[in-house]
């Protein structure tokens, strides 16, 4: 797992074929440090400003081991064969649009964003490029900006967003099998995403609220009276969007039990308020709110979380 040999700033020749990780926050890192060394590297946003070929950092695997990670950024991306796109939701369209002039157009974008919104924008720019979503249970976190630790294994779950992405899946399950996470196709990837989203709408702006671990919110006055129209508000939503419905119960039955399991984590948006990020509140809550809004729908509660979580940090870096 870790680096030996200095991989060459370009991906071409690289086992596994040339995989480009574009973010370099958590998730993207633990991609890059479970991938074979010479496999990946990371695309940077600005070549011209980068003081060092190569990203090193610290990374903890998931028995605890400490590894040290270098891999390189990638000067040229002509010869990418899959990019990983692994930004926050909001930085997403503007990162990838600086750089998909550089990669070939045959190439698979895969989104690894939380909640929605930014994964049908990308798709609605580029329509004809492969671009495919990932929703993952994996659990990385970086408790230090050079150390990454990969709190808990999960699944991952890819599924085609654009037409010319039809039928790559497997390859691309292919590509990323050598670094031993757990990748799976799956057909019906926004329905996937969208549990994901509920999940996270029941949990994440609870934490940063109140400014606590996952597992304390479930005995709040501020959740208990808000959670089930909260509820409502997303079982009405996905039956709107014409998905699989949930009862309000379902739901909360799934929220609760998450934030059961992962009790002592800290969520992601917690940890944006932490240190003074921008959130994904707006592809959370505030994406239910907006697609209700669309609808016809209601949707209060998500609304007052939504603006509630953006006062926290009014003037967010990114
Ligand atoms: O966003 C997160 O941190 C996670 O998805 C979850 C489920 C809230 C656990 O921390």
Redesign the pocket.
């Known amino acids: 797992m870790s680096s030996q040999r200095s991989a060459r700033p370009s991906v071409s020749g690289s086992e596994g074929g040339g995989i480009a990780i574009l973010g370099a926050g958590a998730l993207g890192r633990l991609w890059a440090a479970c991938l074979p060394p010479a496999a990946a590297g990371f695309v940077p946003r600005n070549p011209s400003a980068l003081s060092s070929f190569r990203l090193h950092y610290h990374f903890q695997d998931s028995s605890g081991r400490q590894h040290t990670v270098t891999r390189p950024w990638l000067t040229t991306l002509a010869d990418a064969e899959l990019l990983l796109v692994t930004t926050k939701a909001g930085d997403t369209l503007e990162a990838l649009n600086q750089i998909i002039g550089r990669i070939p157009e045959s190439c698979p974008i895969v989104l690894f964003q939380?909640g929605l919104g930014s994964q049908q924008a990308v798709a609605a720019r580029w329509p004809a490029r492969p671009v495919l979503a990932a929703s993952t249970?994996e659990?990385a976190n970086r408790p230090e900006p050079d150390q990454v630790v990969h709190a808990a294994r999960g699944h991952t779950w890819i599924g085609a967003l654009t037409e010319p992405a039809t039928g790559l899946v497997p390859n691309i399950i292919r590509q990323l099998s050598p670094s031993g996470l757990d990748v799976r196709g799956e057909d019906r990837i926004l329905e996937r995403l969208w549990g994901?989203l509920a999940?996270?709408a029941g949990?994440?702006p609870f934490?940063a609220l109140l400014d606590c671990p996952?597992g304390e919110i479930l005995e709040s006055p501020l959740f208990l009276d808000s959670i089930q129209a909260l509820c409502e508000e997303l079982a009405n939503l996905i039956a709107a969007e014409g998905l699989p419905p949930h009862s309000p119960r379902e739901l909360r039955d799934d929220i609760e039990r998450?934030?059961r399991n992962?009790a002592s984590?800290?969520?992601?948006?917690?940890?944006d308020v932490q240190n003074g990020r921008a959130t994904?509140i707006d592809f959370i809550n505030g994406y239910v709110a907006n697609r209700s809004r669309e609808l016809g729908l209601s949707a209060p509660v998500n609304q007052m979380l939504t603006e509630r979580v953006k006062q926290l940090v009014p003037h967010p870096s990114h």
């Open positions: 939380n249970t659990a994901k999940i996270n949990i994440n934490t996952n998450v934030a992962t984590n800290t969520s992601s948006m917690r940890g994904e």
